[in-house]
């Protein structure tokens, strides 16, 4: 079964839209209709399969963990197309390896301003036009973040707190703006497959599945859920 969603006249803006993740929800999102505002710290290449969706996507440069550049960008989104329906947290990174003991504080600070503090800006930017749509948040948390684990712990944390401000940003909108988080485990890119070279690359899911997941807590099907942490990592 295949699933299919209207954006037609939609307005979202995509942060980490230049990684595999990121670019996939774009994307999709851009072919069911939405005008996409992509947005990441890095510009894609010129011949980026992002920059070459017709006029359904445009990108906006800027570094989401600077508040002055996150404000910039979602006041040119909306002065730019007049409305803004959601908001997707995608930017993230990852460190590991290390037990806390051993842990430089500048890893850290790099994981929770990348993974929690971007998605923080972003909502606290946007929210309030979204109010005015009724729109939706759908951040990226990590299935990892549901415990404690050797080696990863910042990541974990900084993962959780993506979790935790979801339900927050619910709660506090109860009625008018939606907020829901996503939580892959291994991502089925080029990247991790040349990390994990001896991996089950078979239990991993595609950017591109997630994204679909993704779309749908845009979409008014996922009308009834808000602040909820849906599992997107299949058999890994």
Same mark, same amino acid.
């Given at each position: 079964? =295949? ?17 595999? *993740? ?31 969706? @017709?006029?359904?996507?445009?990108? &906006? ?19 730019? =197309?007049?409305? *803004? ?10 460190? @590991? ?27 606290? =930017?946007?929210?309030? =036009? ?24 910042? &990541? ?76 997107? &990592?299949?058999?890994?």
């Amino acid at each position: 079964m =295949h699933a299919d969603f209207e954006f037609d006249g939609a307005v979202v803006l995509v942060t980490g839209a230049s990684g595999a *993740l990121g670019s996939a929800v774009a994307e999709t999102l851009a072919d069911a209709g939405a005008t996409v505002a992509a947005s990441d710290v890095v510009r894609p290449d010129d011949d980026d399969a992002l920059l070459s969706t @017709g006029d359904r996507i445009e990108f &906006y440069q800027g570094d989401f963990t600077d508040e002055a550049d996150v404000a910039a960008i979602v006041d040119e989104v909306v002065e730019d =197309h007049g409305r *803004l329906d959601g908001l997707c947290n995608v930017a993230g990174t990852w460190r @590991g390896g290390d037990p806390i003991d051993e842990t430089d504080v500048e890893v850290f600070d790099l994981l929770f301003d990348v993974n929690l503090k971007t998605m923080f800006l972003a909502s606290k =930017h946007a929210v309030p =036009h979204l109010r005015e749509t009724g729109g939706a948040v759908v951040s990226v948390s990590a299935r990892s973040s549901l415990e404690g684990g050797e080696g990863d712990g910042p &990541y974990r944390a900084s993962k959780a707190g993506v979790r935790l401000l979801t339900e927050t940003i619910a709660e506090e909108n109860l009625g008018s703006v939606r907020a829901n988080a996503v939580m892959p485990s291994v991502i089925d890119t080029p990247m991790n497959r040349e990390m994990m070279p001896d991996a089950d690359h078979d239990s991993w899911v595609a950017p591109a599945e997630i994204a679909g997941v993704v779309a749908f807590l845009l979409s008014d099907a996922a009308e009834p859920t808000s602040g909820a942490a849906v599992p997107v &990592y299949g058999e890994a």
